[in-house]
């Protein structure tokens, strides 16, 4: 056989860093603040909604395609309670096998073969995986580092837009930088996209992990809402990542072309979870304040204890990663020093360069993950203190 056996669309996509990484921390024994899992579970009441549905038959055989109705109104309650945008729960929402099939099915119906998709580097791994599955080309717009956050350069994005982009490719708060598109640097993305025609696919499951400035959604900008694929996740909101239970919202015509894809792909999943994520999404407002204070220490520490150990540190506004700089430590290449990281002090981290095309622009950076209990955290920072001897 000459042809290789892996679709050629899928070329360059062989294991993820994550498997590699999560393999050499079991193998030395080192803390894993490489993969973005929390290491305690969610609330307990959403635990035992779980439970009780599953006891009670509720989920337990094929719910309906596009979601048990009580996830999907308790959805359109969610985006209009914190947002003000309001979507029609039979037409214009989705449950989906987490936002990673949320992401997949968007842009398989969305993308077509030659169609440009503009995508912020360094980005999410799946991206660039469904891009090429949808056999788009993507066209990735660097966040540049300036002082202490990642900042997306407006005029680079415009003039990245071609007559053959299709859509935009946003994640805010963003992963792995941590920064928190503005309400200007939105405004003037949904401008763009209005007067280029261009749909925009959101990627928002990190929607409640804000630490400073506000979660806006680029859906409830002017001339947005029908054009705009909105993705949210039970995930990192709630701390139950095995659920695997996400969505999307936008118009009906959107949600439809997503649908259509998203029923060959899974169909329907995890039944009774959804009942548990409905119960979940009502929670009183101090659940997730409570989660974002609690982040906003873990992250403090961390960024305090990186900094003590002599890394230069990007504080994010958001999610659960922060990503650093190694070049004051006297490094200059992420994958070595991740590769060594390990048996030098014993935890695990994951180099930045993974997550983009141009390599060369993330070799310096590394990103930790903050989103586990505070003795762990500390037991790590005193590891990495040993860098500086
Ligand atoms: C974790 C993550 C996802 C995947 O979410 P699931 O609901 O677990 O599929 C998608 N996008 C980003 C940016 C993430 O960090």
């Given amino acids: 056989m000459t042809r290789p056996l892996l679709n ?27 993969q973005g899992f929390p290491d305690t579970d969610g609330p307990e009441e959403v635990r035992e909604a779980a439970v009780r549905a ?48 949320a992401i997949a099915a968007a842009l398989l119906a969305l993308v077509e073969p030659g169609d440009e998709v503009i ?29 202490s956050r990642f900042v997306l350069d407006l005029d680079e994005l415009r003039s990245a837009v071609t007559d053959r982009t299709r859509l935009i490719l946003l994640n805010t708060p963003h992963n792995p930088t941590g920064t928190v598109l503005t309400r200007p640097e939105l405004a003037a993305i949904a401008e763009l996209a209005v007067e280029r025609d261009l749909l925009v696919v959101t990627d928002e499951v990190y929607e409640h992990l804000i630490f400073d400035g506000e979660h806006l959604p680029i859906a409830a900008f002017p001339g947005m809402r029908n054009r705009t694929v909105t993705i949210g996740s039970a995930g990192k909101t709630f701390s139950f990542t095995g659920w695997k239970v996400g969505w999307v919202t936008g118009s009906h015509d959107l949600v439809n072309a997503v649908r259509t894809v998203k029923q060959f792909l899974t169909y ?19 659940y997730f304040r409570d989660l974002a204070d609690g982040l ?3 992250r403090d520490l961390l960024s305090a204890g990186l900094t003590e150990a002599g890394f230069g540190v990007f504080r994010p ?7 650093t700089d190694i ?4 490094a200059t290449d992420g994958f070595d020093f991740c590769r060594s990281l390990p048996e030098r002090c014993g935890v695990v981290a994951i180099p930045n360069a993974v997550f983009y095309d141009t390599k060369e622009r993330g070799t310096p950076f590394v990103r930790f993950a903050f989103c586990k209990r505070t003795e762990v955290l500390n037991d790590a920072i005193s590891r990495l203190k040993q860098l500086r001897s």
């Fill in 317 to 323: 506004a958001g999610t659960y990663f922060v990503t």
């Fill in 268 to 286: 329907v999943s995890a039944g009774p979870f959804q009942y548990a994520v409905a119960a979940a999404l009502r929670l009183p407002t101090s």
């Fill in 54 to 101: 599953l006891r009670d038959g509720r989920g337990n055989q094929y719910p309906p395609g596009p979601g048990v109705p009580e996830l999907r109104t308790a959805i359109a309650e969610h985006q209009s309670n914190y947002y003000g945008l309001e979507f029609d729960p039979d037409t214009e929402v989705l449950v989906t096998a987490g936002a990673t099939e």
């Fill in 296 to 298: 906003r220490a873990k």
């Fill in 327 to 330: 070049r004051p430590l006297g």
């Fill in 119 to 147: 995508a912020l580097e360094p980005y999410y791994d799946s991206y660039a995986a469904c891009i090429a599955m949808a056999g788009g080309t993507r066209v990735p717009v660097t966040l540049r580092p300036e002082d």
């Fill in 8 to 34: 050629r669309r899928l070329d360059g996509f062989g294991t993820t860093i994550f498997a590699e990484m999560s393999a050499l921390a079991l193998r030395t024994g080192s803390i894993n603040l490489g």
